[in-house]
Each structure stands twice: as C-alpha cells, then as structure tokens.
C-alpha cells in the first residue's frame, strides 16, 4: 500500500468516527402538549352553577298584634352562572310555615313573601334560609277617645238640620286602632209617635283626609227615646293607622223644629275638635258655638304604648 492510500484510509476512518459521534448523541424531545378543543357547535361552555342569597328578612306591619295577619318578605338573588329555581322554606319557630318557588336568571333578584297569622302575643322567630329576624306580636289594650270632660252644665244641646252633621276629629293613642264603639250623648223629640221608627241618624267613619269613608250606617230614633241621654252605635271592627273623623247627622228639621235630634256639648276649655260638616266637610256653625265639644267618644282597642 503506497503512503498516499495510507493517507487517506485513515481520513476515511477518522471521518467515520466522527460521524458515529454525531449520531450518538442524545436528542432533546419536547413533551407533547395538550389540545383544547372548542366546543361543538351548540353546546355552551361550562358555567358556574347556581347560587342564592336571601336578603333580610322585613315585615309589615311594623307593630303586629294577636290575631293580626303579617306579612314577610325577603329578597333572593342568583349570584351563580346559570338559570335555576330557588325554593324559600319559611321556618317559624322551627316549623314550617310555608315554601314557595322563584326560577332566577344569573344576577337577577327576586322578592318573596308568606302570610302569617298570629293568634297570640309573643317572640316568633323567622327565618328562610340563612336569613333570620324576630317578630314581637303584642296582645291589643282597650282605650277610650274622648275630648268632653262631661261637664255639659243642664245637658245642654244643638240640632244641626237636613244634611249637617256633628263631627268630631280623633287621634288613635296607639296606632293601629280598632274601632269598637261609639258613644253619642243627645237628646230627641218628634211630633208623631210614629217617627221613632221611620226616621233614621247616620253615623260616619272618614280617613284622615275626610276623602273617603271607612264606614257609615242608619239607625233608628229610637235610639234616644225616652231621654237615654248616652246610646252606645256597635262598629264591626273598623281597623285604622292614622287620625279619623266621626259625623253624626241627625237628618232634624229646620228650625223651629219639632222633630229633633240634638247632640250634648260644653264648652271647651282647650283645644277643640268638634265642629259642623257637610258630607265629611267642614261647615259654618254660628260664632258663639265654634268653641265647643260634642258628646262623641270612641272605644276601642290599640297597641299598648
């Protein structure tokens, strides 16, 4: 073999070697990663599930007492992702007393409400779901509204004819306030025995605005027959929450009358809320007459103070 083939057989070798070292190298893979792939057409991606929140518990009236029926109410709220219905147990004292069921959109909110009836004073405790609160019911207390001091000097008394009335402003000493009765002090007389049985007084209820009646009736003369002085007129459980207004038209003829009936008074020796009226409004009453109490008064029941 001539130096020149030594020459580059060895070349050839080491060339190859090299090649070897290439190729025995080790090669760095990366790991594969994984793929999302959006979702079929059609198909909403995932959401949150439903969640709620009940507001605070509130009810009305504010002052209940036995017997009352109240309402409560509380807000409920979807706080989650998705549509879902929501179903408000009311738990009172640990029994329930009521569920209903609201389908609420994400972010929307909605109000429920239970009716309850209260039979006895006491503390009842609410709660719909996490949200709680305590409802106070008290017994109601009699009362009697009266501005007279029953110091009439002679039982001294005024007819107000045709359509006129005697009317007197009251103020409830607790609000709410049943009506019960009424007492009228007063004095008739009529011409023919007959007319204790067809002529009839009206008795009146007006709100504190004297726009609307709450409540009015007719009875008999015969009421104030044979000089009573005081009648007591049964009212069927006229509830109010403000100041009201009871007018008493006598329905007497124009003076000088014989068939009459008037209504006791004093004078007042103070504020006075007793005046003349027409249909609920207020009407002139002669000078001499416009610091005067009627013989009016009110019985009934309220929230004890």
């Known amino acids: 073999m001539t130096r020149r083939m030594q020459y580059l057989f060895r070349r050839l070798l080491a060339t190859a070697a090299l090649t070897a070292i290439v190729f025995s190298l080790p090669t760095c893979v990366q790991p594969e990663q994984p793929v999302e792939e959006p979702p079929a057409a059609g198909q909403p991606a995932e959401q949150r599930p439903a969640e709620f929140e009940v507001g605070p518990l509130t009810f009305t009236p504010s002052t209940v007492l036995s017997d009352d029926t109240a309402t409560v109410t509380a807000s409920v709220t979807n706080t989650g992702g998705i549509t879902s219905t929501y179903t408000a147990v009311l738990i009172v004292d640990g029994d329930e007393a009521g569920r209903n069921n609201l389908s609420l959109e994400p972010g929307r909110s909605k109000e429920v409400s239970f009716q309850v009836t209260t039979t006895s ?58 009506i019960r009765r009424i007492k ?10 007959a007319d204790w049985d067809e002529r009839d007084f009206t008795v009146r209820i007006w709100d504190d605005g004297k726009t609307r009646q709450l409540w009015s009736q007719d009875f008999p003369w015969r009421l104030f027959m044979g000089f009573k002085g005081s ?20 329905h007497s003829d124009e003076p000088p009358a014989k068939n009459f009936i008037g209504l006791y008074y004093e ?9 003349a ?3 609920g409004s207020p009407a002139p009453l002669k000078a001499r007459f416009q610091s005067i109490n009627w013989f009016i008064r009110v019985q009934g029941e309220g929230a004890p103070f």
């Open 121 to 178: 004073a006491g503390d009842y405790e609410l709660a719909i779901g996490e949200s709680r609160a305590v409802m106070t019911v008290y017994d109601w207390c009699p009362y009697t509204i009266q501005y007279d001091k029953g110091k009439s000097v002679g039982l001294w008394s005024i007819y107000l004819a045709g359509e006129f009335g005697h009317i007197v402003h009251f103020t409830p000493p607790a609000k709410p306030f049943k």
């Open 184 to 193: 009228v002090e007063g004095y008739a007389e009529v011409e023919d025995f």
């Open 231 to 250: 009648i007591e007129i049964p009212v069927p459980d006229i509830r109010v929450d403000d100041d009201f207004h009871v007018e008493v038209v006598t």
């Open 267 to 275: 004078e007042s020796e103070g504020e006075t809320r007793s005046g």
């Open 277 to 279: 009226s027409y249909l």
